[in-house]
């Protein structure tokens, strides 16, 4: 059965005018309204990574564009001197109709970041696409050091996802994981989810790798706020992540704690899909959404 997010998916001109839905969780539609975003968060001392929203992309035209809208986003965020990095989903760019055209595109964004060395994160998405986005990443990584992937903690393989990218030095991103997937593939209860997500974020922060620890769960936060100060492990080798529009003032206070802390900004008129998984995250991200168009 199709859900809200798959009609509005093959509904653009829908999603653009029902866009105040999405506007707590989404910086805006265009690139300046990313840039003015970004702009924001990096004077209140917070990085940023930008992700021009979209997904599934099965025309070629589509992938060219959305392709197009990053070298744009590039060329902007150097100019304006912006503390950030770029999220790619592969699937938005062509890997969901030819992986050597996803590869293709991803050269083309490599190309334009090589002269800032900005780094290019491949958001990871369901997992019938992680090998592949594997084979792509290390296509890329063939001819740039500056791109790595996310590992999903509720992934049975992210143990072994996360040793391979230790072995090469890659950057990872560690996140829950976000897409519906069965028990033979995923953890299913949320607390096997977080003891595999300390389990991954100790490997890795003793690694010496810089990851990402991209969660808004206190819990864990807090569990790996306690292991580094145990460990020795200083604030500059890591840094966590939030979302745009989630737990701002809770962004705002690691970063004072003395804490390294990116901000996740999506941009774009395809925001169906990504509202529909904050949506299902979280009971209170409907309440957020309602507050934001009601004017709370
Ligand atoms: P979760 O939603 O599980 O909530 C757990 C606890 O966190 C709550 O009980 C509460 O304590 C606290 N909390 C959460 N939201 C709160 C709020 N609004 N206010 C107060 N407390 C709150 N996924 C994916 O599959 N592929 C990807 O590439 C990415 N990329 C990505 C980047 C970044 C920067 C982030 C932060 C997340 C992702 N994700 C992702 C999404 C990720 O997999 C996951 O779905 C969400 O982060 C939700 O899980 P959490 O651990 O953040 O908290």
Redesign the pocket.
């Known amino acids: 059965m199709a859900t809200i997010a798959d009609v509005l998916n093959n509904s653009p001109g829908l999603q653009r005018r029902l866009f105040f839905l999405a506007r707590r969780f989404v910086a805006g539609e265009t690139v300046a309204n990313a840039i003015d975003a970004v702009a924001a968060l990096n004077a209140a001392g917070l990085s940023a990574?930008v992700d021009f929203l979209g997904e599934d992309v099965h025309a070629e035209s589509e992938a060219a564009n959305a392709t197009q809208t990053y070298l744009q986003m590039l060329d902007r965020m150097v100019a304006a001197g912006a503390d950030c990095n770029i999220?790619v989903?592969l699937s938005a760019i062509g890997q969901a109709f030819s992986e050597d055209a996803a590869f293709e595109n991803l050269r083309r964004i490599i190309e334009r970041a090589r002269p800032s060395n900005t780094f290019i994160?491949l958001?990871?998405?369901g997992s019938r696409t992680v090998d592949s986005t594997y084979r792509i990443l290390a296509r890329a990584r063939a001819i740039y050091e500056h791109v790595g992937p996310?590992v999903?903690a509720?992934l049975h393989r992210a143990a072994t996802d996360v040793e391979r990218c230790i072995g090469l030095g890659v950057r990872v991103?560690l996140?829950?994981?976000?897409?519906k997937e069965p028990p033979d593939i995923a953890l299913q209860k949320?607390s096997d989810i977080r003891a595999n997500?300390m389990a991954l974020a100790q490997r890795l922060l003793t690694s010496g790798v810089y990851p990402?620890i991209?969660?808004?769960?206190?819990?864990?936060i807090q569990a790996v706020v306690k292991y580094t100060a145990d460990h020795n492990i200083a604030n500059d080798r890591f840094e966590f992540?939030?979302?745009y529009g989630?737990?701002a003032r809770?962004q705002r206070a690691l970063r004072a704690a003395g804490y390294r802390m990116?901000?996740?900004v999506p941009f774009g008129t395809h925001w169906a899909g990504y509202f529909y998984?904050r949506l299902s995250?979280?009971r209170?991200?409907l309440l957020?959404a309602l507050r934001g168009i009601f004017g709370g």
């Open positions: 990574t999220s989903k994160r958001d990871m998405e996310v999903q509720y991103r996140c829950k994981g976000a897409y949320m997500y990402g991209a969660t808004h769960d206190e819990r864990l992540q939030m979302l989630v737990r809770r990116r901000v996740y998984r995250e979280r209170e991200n957020l």
